[in-house]
Nanobody, 124 residues
Framework: QVQLVESGGGLVQAGGSLRLSCAAS????????MGWFRQRPGKEREFVAA????????NYVDSVKGRFTISRDNAKNTVYLQMNSLKPEDTAVYYC?????????????????WGQGTQVTVSS
């Protein structure tokens, strides 16, 4: 079992930055792929970024490429999402998720464990 807890959300002005963290329990964290998803108001949950267990390969949705960076520290059982140049359309609840198969999946079905989410609000 893996438990995930997100933090770092908040209110920021457009153009600003935030860094989300996702702390994972369980000593097998380092073998899991990790992903970030978001759910914007009135929308379905959507893929944002993913990283393999080794941290060597990442994947991003086109709308965040060049602005967001996913990274991980396996010694700290933590995955991060650095978000720069934030836009009002980035406003959403952000969720981290763990994938036993480390497949860089872009669908919710690829992930086996989920956090409770953290709110990010970007004001114009």
């Amino acid at each position: 079992q893996v438990q995930l807890v997100e933090s770092g959300g908040g209110l920021v002005q457009a153009g600003g930055s935030l860094r989300l963290s996702c702390a994972a329990s369980g000593r097998i964290f380092s073998s899991y792929g990790m992903g970030w998803f978001r759910q914007r108001p009135g929308k379905e949950r959507e893929f944002v970024a993913a990283i393999r267990w080794s941290g060597g390969t990442t994947n991003y949705v086109d709308s965040v490429k060049g602005r967001f960076t996913i990274s991980r520290d396996n010694a700290k059982n933590t995955v991060y999402l650095q978000m720069n140049s934030l836009k009002p359309e980035d406003t959403a609840v952000y969720y981290c998720a763990a994938d036993r198969d480390s497949e860089l999946g872009v669908t919710m079905e690829s992930y086996h464990y989920w956090g409770q989410g953290t709110q990010v609000t970007v004001s114009s």
